[in-house]
C-alpha cells in the first residue's frame, strides 16, 4: 500500500545539479515531453539565459520582462549564468506562477514572478482580462529587453496584435524583443492546430497556432516594431522559429 501511495505522490521540486526545478509532471504539462527530462530542462533553460548576452545585449543592469515565464525556466537559466540579478516574470497560468514564486523567488528575491490573469484558451481559460483591458502589469518604455518564448505559438491573432502593442509600449526606445512563434511561408494567415503539423496530440484549443510570415512581420511593423533577425526552425524540434525585434525610436517631427 504504501508503494502505491509513494507513486501517487508528486514531489514539490526536483533537486538537480543545485537547482530546484518544477516536478516532472508539471514541466510536461507546460512545455511537452521533452522538458520531463531534467537534463533537458536544465540545458534548454542555459541555451535561453545565454541567449541574452549574445543577441539581445544582455548585461547585469538590464531590465528583463519574461512574458509568459511559465516555470521559470529563462529565471532557471539565469540564476546559473548570471546569478542574483534583477528579473521579472509574469504569467496567464496560476499555477505555474505559485511554483516560481514558492521555490524561485523566495530562495531569490531579486527574481520576482506575477501572475496576471488574462484569459488563454489553453493556459488560462478561466481569466477574468480580456480584450481592451490587457494591459502587462509593466511602467511603458521600461524595458530594456522583453523576452517571449512559446507565447505567440499558443495565441490567436487577436491577442497577438493586443501583445504587440504591448511589447511596443513597455521597451524603451532601442530595447529589444525576442519571440518565437509557428511560422511558414505559403500558409494562410492563421491556422489553428493545423492537421499533421506537428508530431504530438493537438486536441486542446490553441494548441498551435501558426501564422503566416507575412502576415505575422505585417502586424510586427504595424506597432513600430522592426525585425531585426528571423530565424526559422519549422524544419525541426520544436518547429518555433526566431524572432528577433526592436522597438523603433520614433522620432518627433516637431
Ligand atoms: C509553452 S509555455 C512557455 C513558458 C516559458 N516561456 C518557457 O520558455 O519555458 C507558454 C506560457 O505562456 C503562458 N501564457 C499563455 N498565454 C499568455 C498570455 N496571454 N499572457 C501571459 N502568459 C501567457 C502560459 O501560461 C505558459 O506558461
Known amino acids: 500500500m ?3 501511495l509513494a507513486s501517487l505522490w508528486t514531489p514539490a521540486f526536483v533537486f538537480y545539479r543545485g537547482y530546484r526545478l518544477p516536478p516532472r509532471e508539471l514541466r510536461g504539462s507546460m512545455c511537452g515531453e521533452a522538458f520531463r527530462s531534467e537534463d533537458f530542462f536544465l540545458q534548454s533553460a542555459v541555451v535561453e539565459a545565454t541567449r541574452l548576452p549574445a543577441r539581445l545585449g544582455y548585461t547585469a543592469a538590464s531590465r528583463l520582462v519574461d512574458v509568459g515565464c511559465g516555470l521559470g525556466r529563462l529565471a532557471t537559466g539565469m540564476l546559473v549564468e ?3 540579478v534583477e528579473y521579472f516574470g509574469l504569467d ?9 514564486r514558492k521555490h524561485i523567488e523566495h530562495h531569490h528575491p531579486s527574481y520576482r514572478f506575477v501572475h496576471y490573469d488574462v484569459v488563454n484558451e489553453m493556459y488560462n481559460p478561466l481569466g477574468t482580462v480580456d480584450g481592451d483591458s490587457i494591459r502587462l502589469p509593466v511602467v511603458s518604455g ?4 522583453v523576452y517571449m518564448w512559446g507565447v505567440f505559438t499558443n495565441m490567436g491573432p487577436e491577442h497577438v496584435q493586443i501583445y504587440l502593442a504591448e511589447l511596443a509600449r513597455i521597451a524603451r526606445n ?8 509557428f511560422v511558414e511561408d505559403d ?3 492563421v491556422s489553428f492546430n493545423p492537421a499533421g503539423y506537428v508530431p504530438f496530440d493537438c486536441s486542446y484549443p ?3 497556432v501558426r501564422y503566416s510570415k507575412p502576415y ?3 502586424l510586427v511593423t504595424r506597432f513600430g516594431l522592426a525585425v531585426e533577425d528571423f530565424r526559422y526552425h519549422g524544419g525541426m524540434f520544436p518547429k518555433q522559429s526566431e524572432i528577433y525585434l526592436t522597438k523603433v525610436e520614433r522620432v518627433s517631427t516637431n
Do not use: H, M, Q, Y
Not at 174 to 181: D, E, S, V, Y
Open 206 to 208: 490553441l494548441t498551435v
Open 174 to 181: 532601442g530595447g529589444r524583443i525576442f519571440l518565437t512563434a
Open 82 to 84: 548570471f546569478g542574483e
Open 187 to 189: 500558409v494562410p494567415e
Open 142 to 145: 521600461s524595458a530594456d529587453i
Open 216 to 218: 505575422l512581420f505585417s
Open 2 to 4: 504504501w508503494k502505491a
Open 92 to 100: 496567464a497560468n496560476s499555477k505555474f506562477v505559485d511554483w516560481c
